[in-house]
Nanobody, 119 residues
């Protein structure tokens, strides 16, 4: 079992910044990838940013150039630096880790952290 705990959400004005952190209960280098997802009000959950075991990153078009995903292997933490926030970034943000064990894939989710951007 893998636990993920997100933190860093809050209320910020448009144009401001927040830094989200996801602490994983085991080595993040054992994960195939770890990503940040979000669920805006009344919408489906969507991928925001992803970092693979090899260090490659992917971003949603809507956050490219504003958000940066990074990791601290020693602390088993994946961070999401969010700059130039917009009201449409308002959502619950979730961290997800993907682990392969033999031939099976396991997805582990955190509980989420609320980000609210006021105009």
């Amino acid at each position: 079992q893998v636990q993920l705990v997100e933190s860093g959400g809050g209320l910020v004005q448009a144009g401001g910044s927040l830094r989200l952190s996801c602490v994983v209960s085991r080595s993040i280098l054992s994960m195939i990838n770890i990503g940040w997802y979000r669920r805006p009000p009344g919408q489906q959950r969507e991928l925001v940013a992803l970092i693979t075991r090899g260090g490659s990153t992917n971003y949603a078009d809507s956050v490219e150039g504003r958000f940066t995903i990074s990791r601290d292997n020693a602390k088993n933490t994946v961070n999401l630096q969010m700059n130039s926030l917009k009201p449409e970034d308002t959502a619950v943000y979730y961290c997800k880790a993907v682990l392969w064990v033999e031939i099976r894939k396991y997805d582990y989710w955190g509980q989420g952290t609320q980000v609210t951007v006021s105009s």
